[in-house]
């Protein structure tokens, strides 16, 4: 079946630093490609997404790349903040089915200090 | 726009004891999907219903059940609790290809 890949975890680095999380998938179809985040006693948040091959998703200083040839979809960020503290979560859903079933990697959590 | 809504936030039940958790999805969405978050286990896929009907569900016992409502809410029933049922449950809501939004959870504690 599909399965997600995240580096473990905590990644823990200074504010401002460069952020990336790797994210490597395994899928028999065409899957849309997510980031979600989740604060401390929250949800998920839906952070930016990608629905075929060279898209790239981006939102809050955040970037992801859907790479079909390496089954990735690395999440980036140029410049960390402190509120950025967070665990993130790679998934994939096949959308075009009707059935969106959302398959998680484990989570990467981002440790960012002052 | 008023998000996915779980309730209660929190729910302390003992073992044997059925437990029951809400989900008001998004306005104008018509798919609800349940997930649990077991420390772990991680995120996995529980249930979907979609206009009323249970369309799909994850490898989960029985005991884990649910229905959605002609206004597109939705519960989940879990009979028989059991400690590892200790989880995190969440919501979301969908329409279409729209990316699912969850709400913030039910955490289920069970005694």
């Known amino acids: 079946g599909d399965s997600v890949t995240q580096m473990e975890g905590p990644v823990t680095l200074s504010e401002e630093a460069f952020l990336t999380i790797n994210c490597t998938y395994t899928?028999?179809?065409?899957?849309?490609l997510f980031w979600y985040v989740q604060y401390p006693g929250e949800g998920l948040q839906l952070l930016l997404k990608?629905?075929?091959?060279?898209d790239k998703g981006s939102n809050k200083g955040f970037e992801a790349t859907y790479r079909k040839e390496t089954t990735s979809f690395h999440l980036e960020k140029g410049s960390v903040q402190v509120s950025d503290s967070a665990v993130y979560f790679c998934?994939?859903?096949?959308?075009?089915?009707?059935?969106?079933?959302?398959?998680f990697g484990t989570g990467t959590r981002l440790l960012v200090s002052p | 726009e008023a998000g996915v809504t779980q309730s209660p936030t929190h729910l302390i039940k003992t073992r044997g004891q059925q437990a029951t958790l809400r989900c008001s999805p998004i306005?104008?969405?018509?798919?609800v999907y349940w997930y649990q978050q077991a420390l772990g286990l991680g995120l996995q896929f529980l249930l979907w219903?979609?206009?009323?009907?249970?369309?799909n569900r994850g490898n989960f016992p029985p005991r884990f059940s649910g229905r959605q409502f002609p206004n597109y809410s939705s519960e989940l029933n879990v009979n028989a609790l059991e400690l590892e049922d200790s989880a995190l449950y969440l919501c979301?809501?969908?329409?279409?290809?729209?990316?699912?939004?969850f709400g913030d959870g039910t955490r289920l504690s069970i005694l």
């Open positions: 979301a809501s969908t329409r279409g290809e729209q990316p699912q939004h």
């Open positions: 899928a028999t179809g065409y899957p849309s």
């Open positions: 990608a629905t075929k091959a060279d």
């Open positions: 998934a994939l859903a096949e959308l075009n089915t009707g059935f969106q079933k959302l398959v």
């Open positions: 306005s104008g969405h018509t798919s």
């Open positions: 219903y979609d206009e009323g009907e249970e369309r």
